[in-house]
């Protein structure tokens, strides 16, 4: 056995619908502005530019339910709402036609964003890993095997702060394909098995403050909730 200087964190992971195993969380990658009504309320033209990507610790994650402390250094988390992929199988230059054979299965996510952090380094030319990638900003729900759900390509995803709907869009205006955004992907980095893939959000991105209950809605996956509680 391994001798470590101090015992390994454990490893993240989220609940498989059907089953007693978890699913091992590896890293979380997001795709920014996938959707083009939110490229648009972001001040960004939505062409069809090659997608670009950007990673969060896979021990961001938070789990459905979680009451979260409101995070440092922002006075504007945001939420998104976004439908999240599970890889099952890695690989590296996966082909469009081959790259739904690489899912595991599908989850509802909240990319939690401290915006006005975001906005900073968007000015200033850097990176957004601390808006984007702090601790429980990958909010995700149970993972629902292809099996069960096959492949979502349409169909509602909604976003719900405290009973009142703020985003409201469907899967099929992604402006890049689930298969698109793997293959893609799969040129920068060698995907492996565990890693999430938020595919972006829907118009409507907002605040959320202390004592709100944000519930993201895709029908054929369900529901994540996410209570925000006080400044941590
Ligand atoms: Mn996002």
Known sequence: MTDYVFPPAATPALPVA??????????????????????????????REPPFF???????????????PYPPQTEKLHFEAELVVAIG???????????????????????LTRRDMQAVAKDMGRPWDLAKGFDRSAVCGTVHPVSAVGHPEQGPIRLMVNG?????????????????????LSQSVALAPGDLIYTGTPAGV?????????????PALGELTTLIGPRG
């Open 89 to 111: 199988t890695g690989g590296a230059d996966i082909p469009e036609a081959q790259a739904l054979e690489h899912v595991f299965g599908y989850a509802i996510g909240n990319d």
């Open 206 to 218: 907002g605040s959320l403050v202390p004592g709100d209950t944000c519930v993201v809605e895709i």
């Open 18 to 47: 059907h089953s007693d195993a978890l699913f091992p969380v590896r890293r979380i990658y997001c795709v920014g502005r996938n959707y083009a009504a939110h490229a648009r309320e972001m001040g960004k033209d939505p062409d």
């Open 164 to 184: 009142e709907t703020k985003q409201e869009g469907d899967l099929s205006e992604m402006i890049w394909s689930i298969p698109e955004v793997i293959s893609i």
């Open 54 to 68: 950007f990673s969060k610790p896979g021990d961001a994650l938070a789990q459905d339910g979680a009451t979260l």
